[in-house]
């Protein structure tokens, strides 16, 4: 038989907390599973530094990426039992896709790496172009298995997280305002976090989505499902994924690395302080195989290191990221911003070195985007389906997801070392420049 | 205001997806979470290598020591509002005894380290004289927090994870067939599992719990609830931690360590293969510095460094174990255990040493163990209080608990590499063997 | 010892699917629960005819009320706990209002009937003033134990549910935007329909709930919890409480119950059709006890014998009740209102009596009513407490309230027979008339 | 289209808290939902006077019937799924015997009447004798859909209630020790309880359920799952099942009708009082039509009536059953029964008709049943299969299931009223009575 089409005798199962049973049928996907590139995805948080916060947000993108493949064979299934194409073009689906988007499912995730978001910012990685190059060099254990499918498949998987393929259900089911990806995070970071405004109905969800020649929409009569989706999303990223302490903590983070960064030459001395993964990073000559043995146990055990280091600020930064000692912060808008370089001076008169102690940060998010002819970028709008075949936008009926439409949520926030806020450790000399600091800081917010 | 008694001016909450909230009220709790032992649980997974079984299982020993210490707050707020002391010998609960028991019950883990089961095995530690020690010793800042309580406080707070403290209900809070220790464990290794059968009425337990003079009972009404969670912490036994892949892995782990042990001569080079957090016990020098300095992604990071060793042993064994490629594993009983040095031998034969890719592991529990007066050593049994005071022994009202008593729980595997299954990967030569030994397995059991 | 501080040597516990256990602490909530009036709740559908549409909706009055009573228990704990007064006009919680909170929050329903809001719009009975009657005539159990507390506590009791009682705390606690009855219906109607979005957060509201000189507020650092329960409400109207086919079987039983009060007349003949139990209702001459041997069940056994009654109206409604036969419905606004007159002329033709066979209903809900300074009766709005004290009003600071503030949700519908969507049943006759009146129905709504 | 292959052209869904959705693709399916006799389920509580005990046991026969047909539903998918025939005979499972299964699983309860236990040990009926005439007799509305099918579909679907149908798979998934009936109602009840001791892996039972040629059985793989069925069904007979308050008021409705029986020539009187619908069971002359009149409503309708009664004993049975004022109870065994004569002796002296006021009840379930050569009856066993095909009882691998197969858990108690332990309402006269009686009750069981 081709490899294509082999189905396991019987169909494996894997035991998970969020969605019950996760089901694999195709050795194709047990193989990818079973590479050494999807394996490493257990050793790299979902959420990375948001577990100093949420405690029990300690899961990993292997468990989120098993998540998402199992949505979207659940929507594969169901669009097959329930609208299977007759002839091409119809709109309907051909379920020879399945393939390629339970593999670009299981794979979207597969190039990031460890604290993705501050790594990135500091070495000029791209968790995307790297997801590409993983499941098409052929110097992957993902590449070869792909290519036992045949010669362009991992191609085509490749293109549908990079929504260029042929075929936008596909693209979609992976990729949308309400996809596999962002179902599975939000239940799944809802479960883990004990924050339970995550939760939406999913078996509904799954239910009232159908593909149609533009992709995949939903029937009317499950509107209120897929509002509620919506709102739990904003609710999420307003309570969890925005949440300051996290925020606090990828800046010292970032920090860190920077400082790390600046200080590589002279950890590149062979000794137990080298952080000999990294120095590929620190001298930007990195190629694959190098990002690949990162994540996080390993940042960590150089951030283990380094708080003996020589260098204060290094050893410092490297001791409040390790041992969570995280920045404290205000929020702050346009009227006050001005203020801001007066606090920083506060701060500088207090001793600490306002590059590495400082930040300023904002955390907005678009709940919800309706189509706007005016921007040249858009994402795709949640269509719903009448009875009689015509299509409406999401936000043109409910009056919940109109509200929120287009706004950006969330707030700008000023970090500063917490010892600006508490002056017991004897050191009293500075008294004035505490006094002064805090009278502008009430109710969580900086004021005149 | 004293310490000891200094309350939170407002209690804090950590939001928990199993407890949903666990409330801290002093600030010597506050100041021990935020010490750098404490801080250190986060990265030693709670369940070890199980996570690759059970790929939810990722939580922490930080998460369950904060759910030990919650479910300790809970009983002492239900024996305060129920059974106060009225004087001196009463068998009823005195509160003063509660900071001494929180503190307990967060810190009996805290000398766990990574993988603490196989690297005892290798390294000669001992997680319980270390827990003693980081809370006894002047270096820490476990020990700086309980010593501002008062001159004898952390030795207390030690001699009740030593089972020496004078007063047993604190004892038992911590440690006993009952105690807030396993119901922590079972509820939140069944939630990050999936593993419902872990379950059992939290809320009612405590309900029923109630403190004597020879420590904690149960009141008769509540002997389903008890009941219910000896079955329950039986069925997490059977289905979770004698999972024969995760014992797979732990041999694996195991193995890869003892190989690295001996060739530890070989390691100290200083180059990036050296595991230079590991030396001090590869040379059987090491103090309670170096022992917190160890955790889950240190000693993967060595492994992942170890993939590229010459050695090919320990290169093999490190890829086994960091992309998870378990050994497979069959039953046996004492009728079939002569067949297993013929099995080695076949498995010799295949190309494979036997010292590194073969083991023996037995995995047995004892689901209830009733007072026998003829064992020197037992555990509390379970006393279940009648509505005239009287006692009355678990097993001898309960027929299901009474049909597990004193029965020990498990099977005996013999552990072996798939290879041995397998026969694809052009090995034709030896395939005289592999059928010979297949020949002696059969539904998941060693036969004649 | 007196009677009112009567504890009870052991507290009760009652299982409750919702709120895990009910705890019963005092000798006259007990008795209350004991008595016929309070028993005669079991027998009484808390949603009424909702449970045609939701079938898991089965539950009653009596276990709301529990529910009530528990959530009222455990934000009297809270205050407690957290902010007990130290003298009088400080706005912190005077614990000897705990009972007359509890009795309050257990009765406020007991004045409910058999489809309360159906049988109040035919025989113009108010459950509001019979709960007040229930409470103070020394005629029902109910009063003669409030009685035994002293000769106020009844009245005291109906002048909380009545919000004249004197302490506001006590008043919002059983009713106000963010209320124990409130947020126990959500709930258990959400537990019950299986309708998930009416869940929301219980243990952080009732945590960040507080007292104050006007009566209880909320923690700003609980905006998020409190804000997740007005989506939740909203959401649970717009889903559950507003669904078409409850309205239509609500609409059915109005009609059905007038008329039988039209024909009530011939009702009156002491036989097997004979309504004993509403005779008094018909003629306009009841009390309290008869109104109190009313409830779903005999209300049903009523229907049941008049299935078989000789009016064909009467019959036929209630055939359409009991068996469930829904009339079907559309939307319709200001612009396509004008057509309701042609429709009813269609199904007249049609053969059905238009007074019996047609309705027009609307449900529409305010999420949340912030004060508006120009209208004269308004609720109570939801206020923040901000960390220096100070207030906020809820819609002012969350964006998602503040899109819902003061709009009315919801529809108008137009209910008719399903007969008229349906020409199965050998009627071609009038065939034209069908085809006119489907013409005008499109996407379930009205059209030109 | 042929009746019987129709399908609806949307599959239709009941939100169903226990399980989710409930999916009707059959049109016969819809069309026997909404006969009168089914509909009339709807006013049946599933537990009877359980919900005396445990308030939120609400339910109805309604929703338990259709979550059996939903499991029964998901079993036939999967067993096409994993297991379809291939020719006859194979042992696998041939789809076109669906539609038997699902209707016979639907109607599997359709002859339940009003409080039946009670109601047939009073009136001599047997409800799985009505539920072959429902569905059988030309009269019902049941009966006439189903003959659309076919003219011998109606008796197939009796058959299989009754264990006669051909096919011991679809028989067995209606009724055998792990059916599609048991598993529903154990995890509804759990759900309504609250009593979670019900719960259990139904994912993963129907996961491992596979068709042979002697009916239904399990996986090897799937045992501790099939293990965790049996002792939940355990618990929730020991726990909620045979609780003795619910068996109490069993004891006063039994007693209430069986004097109304003796009664009811007075009561055929055509006034207030009489009990029309209940007069065909009075005179023992009672067709199908009279009993699918009654349910709880009717019932409860009457005792209301009777409480006004001039005939004491019925007057005050009908208050302690509608007003919920329980009988107590004692346990008692072989060694104590000889007490109860005189216990009934105290009990007649202290003025009450024993014949009314007392009752013996026992309650004993066998928890599993393997096969036992020596008994005539016997239900099916449970069969593991190995992977080799093999089969083995479940008894002989799971220790627990063993250590409980073939005993009867239960108790037997003796019920009297509660006056006789407390002495409150002046009744002095008699006190030395009580003091004997109540010498003989200690720690809730009869003693010497």
Redesign the interface.
Known sequence: MEYQEKLLTREK??????L??IYVQHQVILDLI?T?EF?RL??IKQLGPA?FT???A???R??HS?GVYEITRRICDGFLR?YPTQEAGDGLWDDSQRLVALCAALLHDIGHGAYSHTFEHIFGTNHEEITQEIITSPKTEVNQVLSKIGPNFAKDVASVIDHTYSNPQVVQMISSQCDADRMDYLLRDA???????G?F?L??IL?VMRPYEGGICFE?NGM?AV??YI?SR??MY??VYFHPVSRSMEVILDHLLRRAKELSANLDK???T?P??LMPFFKGEFDIDDYL?L????L??YF??WIDSDDKVLSDLA?RF????PFKSVEFNDETKYLIPNMRDYIKQAGFDVTYYTEINNSFDLPYDAYDPNKKHHTTQIELR???G?MIELSKIS??VS??TG?H?GDERFFFPKEMLSVDNNIDLFEPVYQEFQKHI???ELIN
């Open positions: 199962v894997f035991r998970d907390p969020v019950n049973y079973n050494k394996q257990r050793r577990s949420f405690h029990g300690e899961h990993s292997f468990t098993l329930n479960y883990n976090t004990g924050a339970n405004y939760n109905d078996t509904r239910r009317i209120h509002e509620d709102i904003l609710q307003m309570q062979n000794d137990s080298t000999y993964l043995k994540d996080d146990g390993v960590n055990t283990i290191h001791d390790i041992n969570r000692k009448r009875n009689d015509s009056q919940l509200a929120v706004k949520l009430k109710n969580d």
